[in-house]
């Protein structure tokens, strides 16, 4: 399921690889990983072009020819488009009221709090942008992977080149409503599929600024100061699909007929046939969805009497549900009311 070595660079293996001045410190990326699993998973390298990366596309595959002795061969090459992509920049400040701070007890014990409540409030918002981020009305942010798998194709799609032949709907031929939609994601991270690029020369695209005393106006009464410790974390990331084949998607599950047991889609078909058309070769293959689906997921399988699909390994020392030998991370980053995605 995964590759081996550098190839597959996660934040966790950054941070175990630095050395030196580590401006944003290890504890922190922790932190991070136990709030979103998807950390472990995602694969990351440094971008090319300072908070950028230039990336190529593959479109189209070269020629191939079958000849004799003599014969030679007509010359064809792959078509390609080349585009940028540019980290979004997301920043928290830490204030502590001096009085407070010096008082504590145990200080570490004190600022250690202060940072994970605002490493849990950064994680969700850079998990909600790594799947709905939308510069086209959030500028500042960055294209999540809804952008990429945004039109249904799936059964009915041939063409393997396109993103909508990755698209299922899980919409049931009965259904009115549009409300409480879900997905269910299939992720292969990798340096030519999906991944994740931080800033030239940043430590992951992770800083923690100087821990400072400094003046701070209150807020109820502007005309009053107090002092404080204050720290900023920023995060830089952005994000790369270099290849749409390596991801799926059904969209278009609702909450309230996923567990009914009549005149819904074939639920567990269209899984299967996600897992043979989504390529897997030399990728970190990862199932995401919230919890009430993996629940719903779980019902599908009895009734087809295919509870062995679900089993168990040991990913990045941690025990994980697997389904049909892929690792499943519930993320709490998808939303349960999406937007309907139509062909």
Not at 59 to 74: D, H, I, R, S
Not at 115 to 139: F, R, V, W
Not at 167 to 184: D, M, N, Y
Not at 282 to 290: A, K, N
Request: charged content about 25%; some cysteine.
């Amino acid at each position: 399921m995964a590759t081996k070595g550098a190839y597959v660079l996660t934040y966790r293996d950054l941070m175990s690889r630095l050395k030196g001045d580590k401006t944003f410190d290890s504890e922190i990326v922790e932190i991070l990983t136990e709030q979103n699993p998807m950390l472990d998973d995602m694969v990351i390298s440094e971008a090319n072009d300072g908070s950028s990366n230039k990336t190529t596309i593959r479109t189209g595959l070269p020629n191939a020819a079958w000849t004799a002795f003599y014969e030679g061969v007509q010359g064809s090459k792959g078509s390609v488009k080349q585009i940028r992509n540019t980290a979004g920049m997301l920043e928290s400040k830490v204030e502590i009221a001096k009085g407070m701070y010096d008082q504590a007890p145990d200080k570490s014990a004190l600022l250690r709090d202060e940072i994970e409540q605002h490493s849990e409030a950064m994680m969700n918002e850079m998990a909600d942008c790594l799947i709905y981020g939308k510069i086209a009305t959030e500028p500042k942010k960055f294209n999540g992977l809804v952008n990429f798998f945004s039109t249904l194709g799936g059964a009915t799609s041939t063409d393997d080149t396109l993103s909508k032949h990755y698209v299922f709907s899980g919409k049931s031929p009965s259904q009115v409503s549009t409300a409480a939609l879900r997905s269910i994601w299939l992720v292969g991270w990798g340096q030519k599929s999906i991944r994740c690029f931080y800033p030239r020369g940043s430590q992951g695209g992770l800083k923690k600024g100087e821990f400072k005393l400094v003046d701070v106006t209150n807020p109820d009464d502007t005309t009053k100061t107090y002092e404080a410790y204050r720290q900023y974390l920023s995060w830089q990331l952005g994000l790369d699909v270099r290849d749409y084949r390596y991801a799926g998607r059904m969209a278009n599950i609702q909450a309230d007929e996923m567990f009914d047991t009549s005149g819904v889609p074939e639920y567990v078909e269209i899984l299967r046939r996600m897992v043979t058309r989504v390529r897997s070769g030399g990728v970190r293959q990862v199932w995401y969805m919230d919890k009430l689906t993996w629940e719903a997921v779980g019902v599908w399988l009895a009734r087809k009497t295919m509870t062995n699909a679900i089993g168990f390994k040991d990913l990045q020392e941690r025990p994980t549900e697997t389904l049909f030998g892929i690792p499943v991370r519930i993320c709490d980053a998808l939303n349960s009311n999406e937007t309907e995605v139509t062909a």
